[in-house]
């Protein structure tokens, strides 16, 4: 492997990691088109990923152990992973993707309480950036406030919220429990979004049953995704070992670039002024922060902590865990 290729390819990992959540939506919408609800094709894939995770390393699963922060990480698991797979099948995928990309707002909230992190000004102006770009996409004289239009458009954004949540609680699982495996917390993370997407299945109106003879094809797409989803999650974990955290998390972006292309494609969606407008200042806040943060880095010595990244998504300060489906 040559020098160039071999600098490039940890980029190429990450980007390639980015591209498979940027079409993940498509194939839930199959799996909802053909009689498994959002909820129940979000428990199913994860559990899925989840075996996937044990199997391929159970070496690994002495490092597990009880902790109520695992059960707190698997609970805002479950919340990123509905948020986004129910908006994704019920709404406009760019405009779920945006809410759910706010997250440098609600990470430094939260990072604020559990972490004990100072709020700077800096954060806040970043977080009020990303939310400025919220309110000029969602802002109609219609409408009226700008608030969320319609169910999916909240799935985006309290995905969103646990998504962030969920990096503040890897941050602090690696600080307690330093022992444990990054693949065991990616098992808990993938295990806790089954759990939960399985409980409010029970609580949501279930669609007309799968036809049997679509069973195989249904439970053949299931599995195939989960493992998908998990080797990807495998592969950026790699990537992001030898890319900065920050600078990873602007490459994430293209994630964008590819649920855009892939919504014009697949479901003729076609984002509108305002769409453009309110995105670009999300975008821009997750760039600023990624910045931010890698300078505040360069002038402090960084504190070792464990690699733990889950999944993907720009954050305002830390390593990402989304379980993805």
Known sequence: MTGSVRNAWPTLAIMLGASVWGLVWYPMRMLAGMGLSGTAASATTSAAACVFVLLAKRRSISTLSWHWLLVALGVAAGVTNIGFVWGAIHGQVMRVLLLFYLTPAWTAIFAHFILKERLTRTDAALSLLSLAGAVTMLWSPELGMPLPDGLAEWAGL????????????????????????????????????????????????????????????????????????????????????????????????????????????????????????????????????????????????????????????????????????
């Open 158 to 325: 309290m995905g969103g919220m646990g998504f962030a949540m969920s990096n503040v609680l890897v941050v602090k699982v690696t600080r307690t429990l330093p022992a444990m495996k990054p693949e065991m917390r990616t098992a808990v993370i993938f295990g806790g979004a089954a759990l939960i997407a399985s409980v409010v299945t029970l609580f949501e109106p279930m669609p007309a049953p799968p036809a049997a003879a679509l069973l195989p094809t249904l439970s053949l797409i299931v599995i195939g995704l989960g493992v998908v989803l998990a080797g990807n999650n495998m592969i950026v974990q790699v990537g992001l070992a030898r890319v900065p955290a920050n600078r990873a998390s602007i490459i994430m972006l293209f994630e964008l670039v590819v649920t855009a292309l892939s919504s014009w494609l697949f479901a003729g969606e076609v984002p509108g002024p305002r769409e453009w407008a309110g995105g670009a200042c999300i975008v821009v806040a997750c760039v600023l922060s990624a910045w931010v943060h890698r300078q505040g880095g360069q002038r402090s010595p960084p504190a070792p902590e464990a690699l733990d990244i889950a999944e993907h998504a720009p954050e305002s300060k830390k390593k990402s865990t989304r379980a993805m489906v």
